[in-house]
């Protein structure tokens, strides 16, 4: 299932101004031996999921979801939490500093759980079961299979962000040898779609709810479902070794769980939409049948 803008003002409330230097917040041993103190929570904005309305702090579904998180935390540990949001557009540093950082911060950014990954950072149990689709302009007639893609796609330029699954996605297409074929990146998903669209010599992979967002509104694009990828699950990511995880996965597990949970269902469909949310949900039933 996922930068660099312009320059923000410092005076939104409760947000911190992206900084290069290392993230921190309180671990959950020092918070509650005072009974208060603050975590920081990085996102890579993506609409419908962390994304800010004007000067307001994040909303979306994995937003809503830590906020769940927390609160459940002061209700179950009798203590306050104070939550500072600090966007990080590209999407590359966002990782590099969630991985980097120390003590109470956890990162959204719809990273894709592997096992390389969980040697650099702690991640919760998954809250979304993923398709990556490779997308083109409507006027490319459709992919019949990966094997003819060689042919396909000569005189291609691809799109990726960096250090996503997507660009390791594009790099083995590139490895095929396909004639005349380029590789540009880009630091957001609305670069990637832009770039798409511009003309019938562009492809990219995307996660299949930011394909059906810009299809719904419109964009003409073509999914080629001989390149989707299902193998893919979501989680949200926090610095290895974090003593904030073992709660993150006691909160996901209690009850039904909360990816199963009525809650959860709503925040989908309040931000996604009725018909993304349920393809999504049949999305993530496949996964758990397999």
Same mark, same amino acid.
């Given at each position: 299932?996922?930068?660099?803008?312009?320059?923000?003002?410092?005076?939104?409330?409760?947000?911190?101004?992206?900084?290069?230097?290392?993230?921190?917040?309180?671990?959950?041993?020092?918070?509650?031996?005072?009974?208060?103190?603050?975590?920081?929570?990085?996102?890579?904005?993506?609409?419908?999921?962390?994304?800010?309305?004007?000067?307001?702090?994040?909303?979306?579904?994995?937003?809503?979801?830590?906020?769940?998180?927390?609160?459940?935390?002061?209700?179950?540990?009798?203590?306050?939490?104070?939550?500072?949001?600090?966007?990080?557009?590209?999407?590359?540093?966002?990782?590099?500093?969630?991985?980097?950082?120390?003590?109470?911060?956890?990162?959204?950014?719809?990273?894709?759980?592997?096992?390389?990954?969980?040697?650099?950072?702690?991640?919760?149990?998954?809250?979304?079961?993923?398709?990556?689709?490779?997308?083109?302009?409507?006027?490319?007639?459709?992919?019949?299979?990966?094997?003819?893609?060689?042919?396909?796609? %000569?005189?291609?330029? @691809?799109?990726? &962000? #960096?250090?996503?699954?997507?660009? +390791? !996605?594009? $790099?083995? =297409?590139?490895?095929?040898?396909?004639?005349?074929?380029?590789?540009?990146?880009?630091?957001?998903?609305?670069?990637?779609?832009?770039?798409?669209?511009?003309?019938?010599?562009?492809?990219?992979?995307?996660?299949?709810?930011?394909?059906?967002?810009? %299809?719904?509104?419109? @964009?003409?694009? &073509? #999914?080629?479902?001989?390149?989707? +990828? !299902?193998? $893919?699950? =979501?989680?949200?990511?926090?610095?290895?070794?974090?003593?904030?995880?073992?709660?993150?996965?006691?909160?996901?597990?209690?009850?039904?769980?909360?990816?199963?949970?009525?809650?959860?269902?709503?925040?989908?469909?309040?931000?996604?939409?009725?018909?993304?949310?349920?393809?999504?949900?049949?999305?993530?039933?496949?996964?758990?049948?397999?």
């Amino acid at each position: 299932m996922n930068t660099d803008g312009p320059e923000r003002s410092s005076e939104r409330p409760d947000l911190v101004p992206a900084a290069e230097s290392r993230d921190r917040g309180d671990t959950f041993r020092e918070l509650s031996a005072r009974g208060t103190g603050s975590v920081v929570v990085l996102f890579s904005p993506s609409e419908g999921w962390a994304h800010r309305l004007g000067d307001e702090e994040p909303t979306g579904v994995t937003a809503d979801l830590v906020r769940d998180f927390f609160r459940w935390v002061e209700e179950r540990e009798g203590i306050e939490v104070e939550v500072r949001w600090v966007e990080e557009e590209e999407w590359g540093r966002f990782y590099r500093r969630v991985r980097d950082a120390a003590g109470g911060v956890l990162g959204i950014g719809n990273v894709t759980i592997t096992a390389e990954r969980r040697e650099e950072v702690d991640f919760s149990p998954p809250y979304l079961n993923n398709v990556a689709v490779l997308i083109t302009h409507e006027d490319v007639p459709e992919l019949p299979s990966m094997e003819e893609a060689y042919s396909h796609f %000569a005189g291609f330029t @691809a799109y990726p &962000r #960096r250090g996503t699954l997507h660009e +390791d !996605r594009i $790099e083995a =297409l590139r490895d095929q040898g396909i004639p005349d074929f380029h590789v540009q990146y880009v630091n957001s998903i609305e670069a990637v779609i832009a770039a798409v669209l511009e003309g019938p010599d562009r492809l990219a992979w995307v996660d299949i709810h930011n394909f059906w967002r810009a %299809a719904e509104q419109g @964009a003409p694009l &073509r #999914r080629h479902p001989a390149g989707d +990828d !299902r193998s $893919e699950s =979501l989680g949200i990511i926090l610095p290895r070794g974090s003593d904030w995880t073992p709660l993150l996965e006691a909160f996901f597990h209690e009850g039904e769980g909360y990816p199963s949970s009525l809650r959860y269902r709503e925040l989908l469909e309040t931000h996604l939409g009725e018909g993304l949310a349920g393809l999504l949900q049949e999305v993530g039933a496949e996964a758990d049948e397999r």
